[in-house]
């Protein structure tokens, strides 16, 4: 006797697991990928909107992922942005206090061999040697930070530079990302994107090649036999 066919309104299309990402290297965002400072960056930006007469709370929308100095050229352009800019590193080098790390952070990075991952990050070196310490995250041996580029994200100059450091190519590459802004900037630097939802949503980050709530969610794997070092899956 034939079994009875489901209904069309009963199917579902088997689940397929996302290809993995495999890569030579990888490169990190700090904020929100490895470090959570949400709470030192709206209190730092949220007095220095006080200082310049801004709404904290629109101004907050406008400042992650981004270089400081391009914030403040854009929202205060009649302001000289360098002195302005010492002000914030005051107040984000000091304000650490309750910077933790994103799960799973330090242990895949604890994973990852020293040559094959750096931080591209939109703040100062000084601030962003501060939350790593803080975090308890490595210093990694290769920081590219917002005064080693003329451009900060959405252009792709940091994560070029970062991949030219490490001595592989763009192709090689994936990017952890956090905000629209990063992420524009590693697809335009032809890498490929696994995408964290610690501080947007996964429609404002798309398209991107693995999304994950943070790193514990993220499967790493190393091989040699295969001609890529790195292998990056999404958990079960």
């Not at 991952?117 to 490595?138: D, E, F, K, M, Q």
């Not at 990063?182 to 032809?190: D, L």
Request: glycine content about 6%; proline content about 7%.
């Amino acid at each position: 006797m034939l079994r009875e066919r489901a209904s069309a309104t009963s199917w579902k299309p088997p689940y397929i697991a996302p290809m993995p990402l495999l890569a030579n290297a990888m490169l990190f965002d700090l904020d929100g990928v490895l470090a959570d400072s949400t709470a030192s960056v709206n209190r730092s930006w949220s007095a220095w909107a006080r200082r310049v007469g801004l709404d904290p709370v629109e101004l907050l929308a406008k400042v992650h992922g981004r270089r400081a100095i391009d914030t403040v050229r854009a929202v205060r352009p009649e302001l000289d942005a360098e002195e302005e800019l010492d002000f914030l590193i005051g107040l984000e080098t000091t304000d650490n206090d309750d910077v933790v790390p994103i799960p799973g952070a330090r242990e895949l990075l604890r994973s990852l061999p020293a040559d094959a991952w750096a931080v591209v990050t939109s703040g100062i070196r000084v601030v962003a040697a501060a939350r790593l310490t803080a975090a308890g995250i490595p210093l990694p041996q290769i920081i590219v930070s917002a005064e080693s580029v003329a451009r900060g994200k959405p252009d792709p100059e940091g994560y070029l530079l970062g991949a030219e450091k490490l001595g592989v190519t763009p192709g090689e590459c994936v990017v952890v990302e956090d905000a629209p802004a990063g992420a524009a900037a590693a697809r335009a630097a032809g890498m490929r994107l696994l995408a964290l939802t610690t501080t947007h949503a996964e429609a404002d980050l798309q398209p991107a090649d693995l999304v994950a709530a943070d790193l514990s969610h993220v499967v790493l794997h190393l091989s040699n036999g295969s001609g890529a070092r790195l292998e990056l899956r999404a958990k079960d």
